[in-house]
Nanobody, 126 residues
Framework: QVQLVESGGGLVQAGGSLRLSCAAS????????MGWFRQAPGKEREFVAA????????YYADSVKGRFTISRDYAKNTVYLQMNSLKPEDAAVYYC???????????????????WGQGTQVTVSS
């Protein structure tokens, strides 16, 4: 069982930055691919970014490429999402996810992940 706890959300002005953190309570953090998804009111949950279990590859949604960076710290069992140049359309609840995902096709889909955090709210004012 994997427990995920997100933090770092909040209110920021457009153009500002936030860093989200997700702490994983699991001994085998290094076997899990970690992902970030977001869900705005009335919309489906969508992929934001992912980092493979080995950190060999990272993936980003087109809407956040060049602005967001995903990283992970194996010593701290934590994955981060650095969000720069935030836009009002980035506002959503952001969810951390963990899964034994090993294929490119699966990392961008919710069904690829088995464990989810409770979410952290990101609000961007214009």
């Amino acid at each position: 069982q994997v427990q995920l706890v997100e933090s770092g959300g909040g209110l920021v002005q457009a153009g500002g930055s936030l860093r989200l953190s997700c702490a994983a309570s699991v001994r085998t953090f290094n076997v899990y691919t970690m992902g970030w998804f977001r869900q705005a009111p009335g919309k489906e949950r969508e992929f934001v970014a992912a980092i493979m279990w080995s950190s060999s590859s990272t993936y980003y949604a087109d809407s956040v490429k060049g602005r967001f960076t995903i990283s992970r710290d194996y010593a701290k069992n934590t994955v981060y999402l650095q969000m720069n140049s935030l836009k009002p359309e980035d506002a959503a609840v952001y969810y951390c996810a963990a899964g034994r995902v090993y294929t490119t096709n699966a990392v961008t889909t919710t069904r690829g992940y088995d464990y989810w955090g409770q979410g952290t709210q990101v609000t961007v004012s214009s």
